[in-house]
């Protein structure tokens, strides 16, 4: 069955990167893409973007553009969110889904999230 | 941009009771594209409804959700004790912001 295992809880000064893998099993990664998902301590979800999992292509979010960057790597059926200039409000839990094929943005199976804390 | 609005933001029901979460959006979108979310604590969100109205694999047919336009609704006809949790409906890249279906 279709699994998605995120890297494990982060803590990062205000200012540095951080960088979560999503690893893919149980299906084809090149099918389908991979969206990213924030929640904010006690707060509802927020999408930071999608990227493609066997072409270029790849959208952001206009409040994470600037500082987010996604890639797949098929090789491996990982994908990677890097987002830079961390700010406290960053903290939460970023998950990775799979987006179901065909269906543009819903969202079929879910990785268990990975916790980043940014604090001085 | 779309504004998905649900309601009401809390519940407080007993378990066998039936109930009907509201997700308003802020324009006609596409019932498509229209999705409902489960999320326990501690875990992550989990596909309920996509289509507005199709049950995802494995999720209990007491979970209906129906819809059209710019009003859709998820209905849980009997609640059982695993079903207490925060329901999020989706359009698009934009979210609700929640119902939290809480035991009374």
């Known amino acids: 069955q279709v699994h998605l295992v995120q890297s494990g809880p982060e803590v990062k000064k205000p200012g540095a990167s951080v960088k979560v893998s999503c690893k893919a099993s149980?299906?084809?990664?090149?099918?389908?893409?991979i969206s990213w998902v924030r929640q904010a301590p006690g707060q509802g979800l927020e999408w930071v973007g999608w990227?493609?999992?066997?072409?270029?292509?790849?959208k952001y979010s206009p409040k994470f553009q600037a500082r987010v960057t996604l890639t797949a790597d098929t090789s491996s059926s990982t994908a990677y969110m890097e987002l830079r200039n961390l700010r406290s409000d960053d903290t939460g839990f970023y998950f990775c889904?799979?987006?179901?094929?065909?269906?543009?943005?819903?969202?079929?199976?879910w990785g268990q999230g990975t916790q980043v804390t940014v604090s001085s | 941009e779309i504004v998905l609005t649900q309601s009401p933001s809390t519940l407080s029901l007993s378990p066998g009771e039936g109930v009907t979460l509201s997700c308003r959006a802020s324009?006609?979108?596409?019932?498509?594209?229209l999705a409902w979310y489960q999320q326990r604590p501690g875990q992550a969100p989990r596909l309920l409804i996509y289509?507005?109205?199709n049950r995802a694999t494995g999720v209990p047919d007491r979970f209906r959700g129906s819809g059209s336009g710019t009003d859709f609704t998820l209905t849980i006809t009997r609640l059982e004790p695993e079903d207490f949790a925060v329901y999020y409906c989706q359009q698009s890249w934009t979210f609700g912001q929640g119902t939290k279906v809480e035991i009374k």
């Open positions: 889904a799979r987006i179901q094929r065909g269906s543009g943005t819903i969202l079929d199976y």
């Open positions: 149980g299906y084809s990664f090149d099918s389908a893409g």
């Open positions: 324009q006609s979108v596409t019932s498509r594209y």
């Open positions: 289509g507005a109205s």
């Open positions: 990227v493609s999992s066997y072409n270029d292509n790849r």
